[in-house]
């Protein structure tokens, strides 16, 4: 629900849908994301049931599609606070993926770790791509390597079911491709203006766009030049900044 409300929000203009997803976030992080674990109940004014890999992932994905709309520190704190926590509590150094419970969950008499997309993609899926999308733009080698690793333990069963397998191909074609991301930093009103302008000539590229006092760690990091300033990046290198729109279409050829 939130990652749909984010993205509708973002591509038809909706700043109520995207009104929504922050509260939906915030509701979450209040209620049911306590000591950097996420819960999976709230009932009777408390959380109840530690989350599984897909809770994690999922909101990853999530926190990720609302920072593309409408940028909140909050919400990348929130991020990488559930990225370091899923990678501590669900991953398996010595196997090289996710598995669904945490180390510290009920015990099992099998600790199922899952590659197949059911009716919802793989959680270890999911947790590629968030790891691809999140160790890009903030030059984290170390999550873009882990991501590496799950396809890699991953890869048997993607040559002999690749049917079965759709959520994580798309996320290994995201690691071997790479992707093209656009920086956007400014002043609120220009970057407003700049990412509809982009948005209503189809642009696809992933975007970020923040305001030029705030200072996030990786690629996102660039200074602005001007009332709004582009940068076009690929996986961790980026091009020359970009201070004129049309500039900035013609090189995306929008």
């Given at each position: 629900m939130i990652k749909g409300l984010a993205v509708a929000g973002r591509l038809l203009n909706k700043p109520d849908y995207i009104q929504a997803a922050e509260q939906a976030v915030d509701f979450i992080r209040e209620n049911v994301f306590v000591d950097n674990r996420l819960f999976s109940v709230y009932q009777d004014g408390?959380?109840?049931q530690r989350g599984y890999l897909d809770d994690y992932a999922y909101l990853i994905d999530a926190l990720l599609a609302l920072l593309q709309a409408r940028w909140r520190n909050v919400d990348m704190e929130m991020a990488i606070a559930l990225t370091e926590s899923m990678l501590h509590h669900f991953y398996d150094e010595g196997v090289g993926a996710f598995y669904f419970t945490a180390d510290d969950s009920e015990k099992l008499f099998h600790r199922p770790m899952n590659f197949t997309d059911d009716a919802t993609p793989a959680g270890n899926a999911v947790a590629v791509q968030g790891l691809t999308r999140?160790?890009?733009?903030l030059?984290?080698?170390?999550?873009?390597?882990?991501?590496?690793k799950v396809v890699r333990t991953a890869w048997s069963?993607?040559?002999?079911?690749p049917h079965a397998h759709c959520a994580l191909l798309n996320a290994t074609m995201q690691i071997v491709q790479g992707e093209p991301l656009v920086v956007l930093r400014g002043e609120p009103a220009e970057l407003k203006h700049?990412?509809?302008a982009l948005l209503e000539a189809g642009s696809s590229h992933t975007l970020w766009a923040m305001p030029s006092q705030i200072r996030p760690a990786g690629i996102l990091d660039k200074p602005a030049l001007g009332p709004c300033t582009a940068y076009v990046c690929h996986a961790t290198q980026c091009a020359e900044p970009v201070e004129e729109l049309g500039r900035l279409k013609a090189i995306l050829r929008l």
């Open positions: 408390g959380a109840r999140m160790g890009t733009a030059g984290n080698e170390s999550w873009l390597q882990t991501a590496e069963d993607l040559e002999q079911f700049w990412r509809q």
